[in-house]
Every structure is written in structure tokens, then in C-alpha cells.
């Protein structure tokens, strides 16, 4: 009719510029459409490119964002939804069309890792309120989706390389760890949380909003993304016991080891302290430095498109 307003989009598609030339992610794309669903496609090219898409899709009244891409573009696109006034059911849901890397939190969600199931999961799944991560250093504001690092999986993450990741995908991220085994140095750190403190060197340190980061080492097992609270994980500098550690990692699996060496604790906030001076906090890919940061979980900022039975909810949605 003329005169009329456009009907909005069901899906508004943040792609990372990666990936904008895959057929899978084509092909995905055009069978939405085929079944009659308007879908806007968006490429990242530089910085600010999310933030900016975001807020077109909120001017166009878009249903569901997509993030495509990995970890750091889902974090990217919840920053920016997370920035915006309102409450979670005054935006649109959020979805994930993993083409990462790795993609830890779609692998811990359950988030089909092929573009015409992950597309369909976001038309059709349920969109519960879920928890992201605030992080306050140096006057500045950070949220995070899934998980924040620091320690040796920080300098993996950062230091691996990314002709290898294309190559390797996740499997680069533990030829990179092995290769700096024999030069880990400790982070000197003070963490406190409500009923929590602990002070010393640590090789990682995991902030669980997800579970794992840096191509499935997961930091934090018991992790959920609806409880209001983040899993933090510190593993201390092992001394002489790395090579036992070593040996149970080998026979019994990541999560045996992890038991067996790290300190967890499930908080609403904590605040962490260098004591030797300033440090890096992974956040989804991003690393961001100071001498002090303060996390916090923030119940039910954003919906998210997820499976009914996603490990990362505490009840089926």
C-alpha cells in the first residue's frame, strides 16, 4: 500500500567481515528469505561498525540481532545492545551465528555451528533474559557475553597467531600454549569478592559468564548465564606440581585437572588488584589493560535466542 511502513526485519544480520564471503552463510541467508522472513545483512569493516548497525537495527524496529562471527563480535554486538536505554524487553533478542574461530560460547550453549541451523535457531528459539558481565577500569565501561581471562590463557589468546588459527582453528590456541609452557611468569594479584579474597601468583584466572574461552579450555565448568552470578576461577603458579597436574590432564580430561589446582568461587561482583602493577583482562578477544577492574554480573541485561536445553541455562526455557 502506498504510503505504508516498511515491515521490520525478523533478523537483522551483524556479520563479520571474515566471513561475509561464505557460500554456507549465503546459502543460509537466502533460505530464510525463500521462506519469507525479511533479513538485513550488515558487514563490519572497522571499528565502531557494530555499535552502528546495532543502532540502525533499532531504528528499523529489527526483531532478533544476529551476531556472525565468533566470541568477540557476540561481545561486540551485546555491548552495544547493553549501552542502549531500557530494559532487556525494550530491545531486540540476541542471537549467534558462530563462524569464529573457536566459537567457545556457542560450543558451551549448544548453538549449531552451521549457519542454516543457527539461523533457524534464531527465528524460532524461545529468548530468555540472560546475565552479561560489566567490567569498570580506568573510568571506562566493558561488558562482556561470555567469558573473561588473564594470566597464561590471556597471553595465548593474544599471542596466536592468526594465519594459524585459520589454519588450525581452535587447535592453534594449545600449540601456541604448549610452545609458552616453559616461560610462564605468574600474575601477582588480589581478587575479593562478598565472602571471598585470595591473594598470590597465578597462571589464569577465568570471570565465567560461559565457560570456556581460547578453543574449549574450559575455566569455568559450572557456569550459567541466568543465575545472576559469575563463576570466577584462579588457578595458582603450580611449582612442582605442573607435572602431576600435567599427568591428570592427560589421563583424567581438562576438568579433573582443574579440580584437582584451581580456587572457585560463585559471586555477583568481585574486584581484582595487580599487585605488581598493571595486567590484561581477556574480554571475548579483547584485551584490556589496568591496575584494577571491578566485574560484575548484571542479571537479565539482554534476551538471547538460545536452544531449550542449552547446558548454560539453569532451567529449560
Not at 528499523?60 to 545492545?81: F, K, M, N, P, R
Not at 542502549?84 to 549448544?110: H, K, M, R, V, W
Not at 558481565?133 to 592468526?162: K, M, P
Not at 543465575?227 to 576461577?233: C, P
Amino acid at each position: 500500500m502506498p504510503g505504508s511502513a516498511p515491515t521490520p526485519p525478523a533478523l537483522w544480520l551483524v556479520l563479520n567481515g571474515k566471513s561475509a564471503g561464505e557460500d554456507s552463510v549465503r546459502d543460509a541467508v537466502a533460505t530464510v528469505r525463500g521462506e519469507g522472513h525479511a533479513v538485513a545483512v550488515r558487514v563490519t569493516w572497522e571499528d565502531g561498525d557494530a555499535a552502528r548497525y546495532v543502532a540502525e537495527a533499532l531504528d528499523a524496529g529489527a526483531g532478533t540481532i544476529v551476531a556472525g562471527g565468533g566470541d568477540g563480535t557476540l561481545s561486540e554486538v551485546a555491548q552495544a545492545l547493553a549501552d542502549q536505554q531500557g530494559g532487556a524487553d525494550a530491545l531486540p533478542a540476541l542471537a549467534l551465528l558462530p563462524l569464529g574461530t573457536a566459537n567457545d560460547f556457542a560450543a558451551a550453549a549448544g548453538i549449531p555451528d552451521e549457519p542454516a541451523g543457527a539461523l533457524a535457531l534464531a527465528l524460532q528459539a524461545p529468548a530468555p533474559a540472560v546475565d552479561l558481565l560489566r567490567i569498570e577500569a580506568d573510568g571506562q565501561r566493558h561488558w562482556c557475553a561470555n567469558l573473561a581471562s588473564g594470566g597464561f590463557g590471556t597471553e595465548v589468546t593474544v599471542e596466536t597467531d592468526e594465519g594459524l588459527k585459520s589454519l588450525l582453528g581452535g587447535l592453534a590456541y594449545l600449540v601456541t600454549g604448549i610452545a609458552r609452557l616453559g616461560r610462564i611468569e605468574p600474575v601477582e594479584l588480589r581478587a575479593r569478592g562478598p565472602g571471598f579474597e585470595w591473594q598470590g601468583g597465578l597462571i589464569a584466572l577465568g570471570l565465567g559468564n560461559g565457560r570456556q574461552a581460547g578453543g574449549g579450555r574450559e575455566l569455568c565448568p559450572e557456569a550459567r548465564i541466568d543465575d545472576g552470578l559469575l563463576e570466577l576461577t584462579v588457578i595458582p603458579e603450580l611449582s612442582g606440581e605442573l607435572a602431576a597436574t600435567l599427568g591428570t590432564l592427560v589421563k583424567q580430561g581438562q576438568r579433573a585437572a582443574l579440580e584437582r589446582i584451581a580456587e572457585r568461587a560463585r559471586l555477583p561482583w568481585v574486584e581484582l588488584e595487580g599487585l605488581a602493577g598493571p595486567f590484561t583482562l581477556n574480554l571475548d578477544g579483547e584485551p584490556l589493560q589496568a591496575r584494577r577492574f571491578r566485574i560484575e554480573c548484571v542479571p537479565g541485561r539482554l534476551r538471547m535466542r538460545l536452544p531449550v536445553d542449552s547446558p548454560l541455562l539453569s532451567q529449560p526455557s
